[in-house]
């Protein structure tokens, strides 16, 4: 990914979050090997015009939807990630500890909710 762009790079890490997965926007910006840079993939995905991006599967670090509660936005996130098996309670995926820690296997742990 080093020949790639810094948001061709962000785009990519979102590409690679499997279905029925989320992760973080610090997950994202350091999968993309831009280590604090989360606002970064923030901006990148607002910006996103690409309909296929699954922009859904990227989440505060705490799991919450980062949409307010009553907006649009929100109930699409929650819908597609339900539609994917992904559990959201409150607006909320819970997030393995271990994405926290980032111990053990770096790509599973990022990618693996609970």
């Known amino acids: 990914m080093a020949d790639l762009s810094p948001v061709d790079r962000i785009l990519a890490a979102i590409r690679a979050i499997p279905r029925g997965e989320v992760a973080g926007y610090g997950h994202v910006a ?28 990227v989440l505060r670090s ?32 819970r997030i393995s500890d271990s994405v926290k820690d980032l111990d053990g296997d770096l790509d599973a742990a990022l990618w693996r909710p609970r």
Request: charged letters at 35%.
């Open 30 to 57: 350091r999968r993309a090997g831009l280590p604090g840079r989360a606002r970064m993939v923030a901006r990148v995905l607002r910006d996103n015009t690409d309909p296929k991006l699954p922009w859904h599967r």
């Open 62 to 93: 705490d799991g919450h939807i980062a949409f307010p509660p009553d907006s649009e936005g929100f109930a699409e996130q929650t819908q597609r990630l339900r539609a994917e098996g992904v559990d959201v309670r409150d607006g909320r995926v």
